[in-house]
């Protein structure tokens, strides 16, 4: 039986495969089926993450407006009340933003948040745009 040389495309696939895995400990960096297992498990590890992480910082801002409404205050206040004056008041300030307020100047946020506070029911007249 002549010998036949084999083509370099399964080589190349797992050259590729390496380089993906070389990260990996252990055999999992090593052996051809346990980093092809190992690969395919990082990818769905990483593609459920992504969208864990957009709920996760929205957690994180929540939670820190949340602490910088209520710091200080002698009168019950609280995030849901100030995220509903907002959207009352259509203010374009987004989560992200607020907390990053929040944290960096208490002070800006506060100049935010005082006058939307001190609002009742009825100070506020809803604006209705015809687009």
Request: charged share 30%; aromatic share 10%; net charge positive.
């Amino acid at each position: 039986m002549t010998r036949v040389r084999r083509g370099y495309t399964a080589r190349r696939r797992r050259t590729k495969l390496r380089l993906f895995a070389s990260t990996f400990r252990g055999a999992h960096s090593r052996l051809t089926r346990t980093s092809t297992q190992q690969k395919m498990r990082a990818l769905v590890s990483a593609h459920r993450d992504r969208g864990r992480q957009k709920r996760n910082f929205r957690r994180l801002w929540i939670t820190r407006i949340n602490a910088v409404t209520r710091e200080n205050q002698k009168v019950f206040y609280s995030y849901s009340r100030l995220i509903h004056n907002l959207y009352s008041r259509q203010s374009l300030l987004n989560r992200k933003i607020l907390a990053q307020i929040a944290i960096s100047n208490k002070n800006f946020f506060y100049m935010i948040s005082n006058p939307i506070r001190s609002l009742n029911k009825g100070d506020f007249k809803v604006i209705y745009r015809n687009d």
